[in-house]
């Protein structure tokens, strides 16, 4: 089992910036792609970026590209989330996520172990 902790949530005004981080522990050793996820109220869960266990694969929604860059420490398994000009949509529960695929995942069904989300808000 792989256990997921986020952090680095919290109320931003639009245009400022937040850092998440996402620290993975337990059966790390069969973690290989990572990704963030977002769920809006009302809104289905949608991919904002992903990483390779590398880190040198990189893919992005196209509403964050430019703003927002994914990155990661194999050796601590420890991933981020570095979001800026953050905006009024960008506001939801952002969500860690790690998958057993072998290069990169997009897709929530890819992924099988989550963190329990952290809040971010964007006030205009």
């Known amino acids: 089992q792989v256990h997921l902790v986020e952090s680095g949530g919290g109320l931003v005004q639009a245009g400022g910036s937040l850092k998440l981080s996402c620290a993975a522990s337990?059966?790390?050793?069969?973690?290989?792609?990572m990704g963030w996820f977002r769920q809006a109220p009302g809104k289905e869960r949608e991919i904002v970026a992903a990483?390779?266990?590398?880190?040198?694969?990189?893919d992005y929604a196209d509403s964050v590209i430019g703003r927002f860059t994914i990155s990661r420490e194999k050796a601590k398994y420890t991933m981020y989330l570095q979001m800026n000009s953050l905006s009024p949509e960008d506001t939801a529960v952002y969500y860690c996520?790690?998958?057993?695929?072998?290069?990169?995942?997009?897709?929530?069904?890819?992924?099988?172990?989550w963190g329990q989300g952290t809040q971010v808000t964007v006030s205009s």
């Open positions: 996520a790690a998958s057993t695929e072998p290069l990169i995942a997009t897709l929530p069904d890819e992924y099988h172990y």
């Open positions: 337990g059966h790390t050793v069969s973690v290989f792609a």
């Open positions: 990483v390779s266990w590398s880190g040198g694969i990189t």
